[in-house]
């Protein structure tokens, strides 16, 4: 992982005396995933890793230079080892190749700089406030005012400079706590306004603008979805008044990156880098569908519960993502995206069927946005 760290810039402190996955999250006692463990591997394994890896070298070139032309011409190969996951050692450099992110830094040198040192943003203290909710339990990130919690404010603050209209909304430091665990804080910044501004996929900002708009809609598509692909479990939701809401507007807000195991997050947001908002679509699916015998008896309480709490078994990606590949959604969603613009710019907008389709009202934002990122225990990796 690229850490750009200045021993002068570090506060003392005692070292954690409680050991660390191997992510660089602190354990807790009923930690147990596989996936966290730091543990030796058998020497197949180690050799099949070590081979795997030498595939990605030479797919990238150095520093990159080969990438935009193997992926013309192998575009199935590449969209296959990334759903396979992304070798470790490479992410940080392949989430930039991908995203569109390391074009756009080199065609703004000294940007990101001028926005850090010489502006100031409206939003400094609500980031101030939000950073030590960010990823506490990860090291980097523990020590208050340390070089970890200094990156985050620098890119968050950076970010709501140089886009006023998004500014700060609470969700967007979990995203890019996640990006500073894998690159710098320059290259962080430039992946974060790839996916707002849409260098590669569909421009993301709305998830962030004033009232959510693009929440709003993805929620109304992924209900239909559910309807669609699981109509006994999405009737079940309509009689227990369940809606998407009330468990998977963090899904969106974070791209899964706020309450999910931390292998299952880095697993998703390869694919998503990739190939787009959809996988957001495709993993939920593909976890309400893991679930579904059991989600289909269950009461509003316990309903709502277990859509909050995954089983560790849903959120292995080995076992997700064929789960979650299955669902074909690119047609539904450009249909949906339809019917929502449709039905919200219509001319019966105002009757009470629409009301719930109108995004937030700006005062309400932060509140909705924090009583979101609340529903589930944010230490959990």
Same mark, same amino acid.
């Given at each position: 992982?690229?850490? +750009?760290?200045?021993?002068?810039?570090?506060?003392?402190?005692?070292?954690?005396?409680?050991?660390?996955?191997?992510?660089?999250?602190? +354990?807790?006692?009923?930690?147990?995933?596989?996936?966290?463990? #730091?543990?030796?591997?058998?020497?197949?394994?180690?050799?099949?890793?070590?081979?795997?890896?030498?595939?990605?070298?030479?797919?990238?070139?150095?520093?990159?230079?080969?990438?935009?032309?193997?992926?013309?011409?192998?575009?199935?190969?590449?969209?296959?080892?990334?759903?396979?996951?992304?070798?470790?050692?490479?992410?940080?450099?392949?989430?930039?190749?991908?995203?569109?992110?390391?074009?756009?830094?080199?065609?703004?040198?000294?940007?990101?700089?001028?926005?850090?040192?010489?502006?100031?943003?409206?939003?400094?203290?609500?980031?101030?406030?939000?950073?030590?909710?960010?990823?506490?339990?990860?090291?980097?990130?523990?020590?208050?005012?340390?070089?970890?919690?200094?990156?985050?404010?620098?890119?968050?603050?950076?970010?709501?400079?140089?886009?006023?209209?998004?500014?700060?909304?609470?969700?967007?430091?979990?995203?890019?706590? #996640?990006?500073?665990?894998?690159?710098?804080?320059?290259?962080?910044?430039?992946?974060?306004?790839? #996916?707002? +501004?849409?260098?590669?996929?569909?421009?993301?900002?709305?998830?962030?603008?004033?009232?959510?708009?693009?929440?709003?809609?993805? #929620?109304?598509?992924?209900?239909?979805?559910?309807?669609?692909?699981?109509?006994?479990?999405?009737?079940?939701?309509?009689?227990?008044?369940?809606?998407?809401?009330?468990?998977?507007?963090?899904?969106?807000?974070?791209?899964?990156?706020?309450?999910?195991?931390?292998?299952?997050?880095?697993?998703?947001?390869?694919?998503?880098?990739?190939?787009?908002?959809?996988?957001?679509?495709?993993?939920?699916?593909?976890?309400?569908?893991?679930?579904?015998?059991?989600?289909?008896?269950?009461?509003?309480?316990?309903?709502?519960?277990?859509?909050?709490?995954?089983?560790?078994?849903?959120?292995?990606?080995?076992?997700?993502?064929?789960?979650?590949?299955?669902?074909?959604?690119?047609?539904?969603?450009?249909?949906?995206?339809?019917?929502?613009?449709?039905?919200?710019?219509?001319?019966?907008?105002?009757?009470?069927?629409?009301?719930?389709?109108?995004?937030?009202?700006?005062?309400?934002?932060?509140?909705?946005?924090?009583?979101?990122?609340?529903?589930?225990?944010?230490?959990?990796?």
């Amino acid at each position: 992982m690229d850490k +750009k760290k200045d021993a002068d810039d570090v506060e003392p402190g005692p070292a954690p005396s409680r050991p660390v996955d191997r992510f660089g999250f602190i +354990k807790t006692e009923q930690s147990n995933s596989p996936e966290g463990v #730091l543990k030796s591997r058998p020497t197949h394994e180690r050799g099949r890793e070590e081979r795997r890896i030498r595939k990605w070298r030479k797919m990238i070139g150095t520093g990159g230079s080969d990438w935009k032309h193997y992926v013309r011409r192998n575009p199935h190969v590449v969209k296959r080892r990334i759903r396979k996951g992304i070798p470790d050692c490479l992410r940080g450099l392949v989430w930039q190749l991908i995203s569109g992110s390391r074009d756009l830094l080199l065609m703004n040198p000294g940007v990101y700089e001028t926005l850090v040192i010489y502006e100031t943003s409206t939003s400094e203290l609500e980031i101030i406030r939000d950073i030590s909710r960010t990823f506490p339990s990860h090291i980097f990130f523990q020590q208050r005012h340390g070089p970890g919690q200094r990156s985050l404010y620098n890119v968050l603050k950076a970010y709501s400079v140089y886009d006023r209209d998004v500014g700060y909304v609470q969700g967007m430091g979990f995203i890019a706590g #996640l990006l500073l665990l894998y690159m710098s804080e320059e290259d962080a910044f430039w992946l974060i306004v790839a #996916l707002l +501004k849409g260098a590669v996929h569909t421009p993301m900002e709305g998830l962030y603008q004033a009232g959510l708009p693009l929440v709003q809609q993805y #929620l109304f598509q992924f209900e239909k979805l559910v309807q669609e692909h699981m109509p006994k479990l999405g009737q079940h939701f309509i009689e227990e008044m369940i809606n998407p809401s009330m468990y998977a507007s963090q899904w969106f807000i974070t791209v899964f990156s706020y309450s999910f195991p931390f292998h299952m997050t880095l697993r998703v947001w390869d694919v998503f880098l990739y190939e787009g908002i959809k996988v957001v679509f495709q993993v939920g699916l593909g976890l309400l569908r893991f679930c579904h015998d059991d989600l289909v008896k269950l009461p509003f309480e316990e309903l709502l519960h277990s859509l909050r709490y995954f089983p560790d078994e849903a959120t292995d990606p080995d076992t997700l993502f064929p789960l979650a590949f299955s669902f074909k959604v690119n047609s539904s969603l450009e249909e949906l995206e339809k019917e929502y613009r449709k039905r919200l710019d219509g001319p019966n907008a105002s009757s009470s069927s629409s009301k719930r389709l109108l995004p937030l009202k700006s005062k309400t934002m932060s509140r909705a946005v924090s009583q979101v990122l609340s529903i589930s225990n944010v230490g959990k990796k």
